[in-house]
């Protein structure tokens, strides 16, 4: 099969093409033809092994000293099962699924093995295999992240990096919550922060909003720290008394198989969409991470495996 290995730590070059052997479901898998996965703000960080400071020796040893353990990166899929081990009993050949491997990784390729029991479901009846795949990351880290804010019915939530794959799923998260929802991006997306149920939006460029007078009971920080968002003392001061300050660089994500079924429902009901920026073919993995790499996506970067 054709897969995409990373070769070392470093630029978008590292990620070579191969030919690998195509695995085999042990007892409880499936294996799953990939149609289609996403290029992560994860993925590339993993890649280029851009963490610094004291962090930095155990993250290298829980990823690989020299280059990631697990070579062939990629965190979600969408694809069809082509064939499934002994005792599982959810899923039949042909099921056509998504799902979210976490840092097992091995996604960017034409096949990958995954437990019945794994975060993976039936993807959602409405939406194609790129559609899919553009899902299970944002959405997931969107939903985790709202729950540890304690989002709650009538909350007043901001959003900041409210355009990319985590900001443009809890916008339409915290709405589903019930949450009046203010987002912070570029003036570039503001329309697309809006079009998605944002019911205010900032141009982060032209307004500080910790030095305005609205107060919210939630902020969440959708960026990872290398994006250099605002300091939480900063953010703190924009709080209700009881406010919440997150951000997606606290702490480890639960990845639990309910969360995917209720986006798969969401997505189901017309309650969450994905948001897709550019698609790539497997081949152009490289030209893809350049693009991710300049932090200026909006929503998912997606990549098609077309045999």
Do not use: W
């Not at 897969?3 to 799953?32: D, F, H, S, W």
């Not at 092994?49 to 990629?74: D, Q, Y």
């Not at 994905?274 to 200026?296: F, G, N």
């Amino acid at each position: 099969m054709k897969a995409i290995v990373c070769t070392g730590y470093g630029a978008p070059e590292v990620l070579q093409l191969r030919e690998l052997e195509k695995p085999i479901p042990k007892p409880g898998e499936v294996l799953i033809k990939i149609h289609a996965t996403a290029v992560t703000s994860s993925d590339c960080l993993v890649r280029s092994f851009n963490f610094h400071g004291a962090i930095s020796i155990p993250v290298r040893l829980v990823l690989g000293i020299t280059k990631p353990r697990h070579a062939v990166l990629g965190l979600v899929l969408a694809g069809e099962i082509e064939s499934i081990g002994t005792s599982v009993r959810s899923f039949e050949v042909g099921d056509q699924v998504f799902g979210f491997e976490g840092f097992a990784f091995g996604a960017y390729a034409e096949y990958k093995c995954m437990a019945e029991n794994g975060v993976l479901a039936l993807k959602p009846s409405n939406l194609s295999y790129p559609e899919a795949a553009a899902i299970p990351y944002g959405g997931m880290l969107a939903l985790h992240f709202l729950r540890k804010g304690k989002i709650r019915n009538g909350q007043r939530v901001l959003i900041y990096g409210a355009s990319g794959a985590v900001g443009t799923s809890a916008v339409q998260l915290a709405k589903h919550f019930g949450a009046h929802v203010t987002g912070v991006c570029s003036a570039a997306n503001l329309e697309l922060v809006r079009s998605i149920g944002a019911d205010a939006v900032i141009d982060y460029t032209k307004d500080d909003f910790t030095k305005a007078a609205e107060r919210y009971d939630l902020i969440l920080i959708a960026v990872g720290n290398r994006v250099s968002p605002p300091l939480p003392a900063d953010c703190e001061k924009a709080l209700t008394p009881d406010g919440a300050y997150v951000s997606v660089d606290q702490g480890r994500l639960k990845l639990l198989k309910k969360d995917l079924i209720l986006l798969k429902q969401l997505v189901e009901a017309g309650e969450l969409k994905p948001v897709i920026d550019r698609c790539y073919r497997l081949e152009e993995m490289v030209d893809a991470h350049r693009y991710v790499d300049q932090r200026h996506k909006r929503g998912n970067v997606v990549i098609t495996i077309n045999r």
